[in-house]
């Protein structure tokens, strides 16, 4: 129901936004966050933001960098990422929550299949 894409490769210092679609139905009043998990790592959190749109809650990793917003009529939450760096290498998640938005990864309910972002120095 949550399906995660505009991932790829990209050179250090470039840009990707990802797009987190929602189908089936609308999720009124959720919360859409973002995490990644690099391999071996721990899943970390990078962005969520609520349903309205009007609060927003950004990593101190990407924060300056990475913008995220969210569509709506599109049932889509975008995930802006600028200046990459290698460490931003990873596999990226959209979640979705009912109720404010978190940086918890088990707060959330649905999950998308996630999208590889490589970043080469």
């Known amino acids: 129901q949550l399906q995660a894409s505009g991932g790829g490769l990209v050179q250090a210092g470039g840009s990707l936004r990802l797009s987190c679609a929602a189908s089936?139905?609308?999720?009124?009043?959720?919360?859409t966050g973002w995490f990644r998990q690099a391999p071996g790592e721990e899943r970390e959190f990078v962005a969520a933001i609520s349903w309205s749109g009007g609060s927003t809650y950004v990593a101190d990793s990407v924060k300056d960098r990475f913008i995220i917003s969210r569509h709506n009529a599109k049932n889509t939450v975008y995930l802006q990422m600028n200046s990459l760096k290698p460490e931003d290498t990873a596999v990226y998640y959209c979640?979705?929550?009912?109720?404010?938005?978190?940086?918890?990864?088990?707060?959330?309910?649905?999950w998308g299949q996630g999208t590889q972002v490589t970043v080469s120095s």
């Open positions: 979640a979705g929550r009912s109720g404010p938005g978190s940086s918890v990864d088990r707060d959330y309910t649905l």
């Open positions: 089936g139905r609308t999720f009124i009043n959720y919360a």
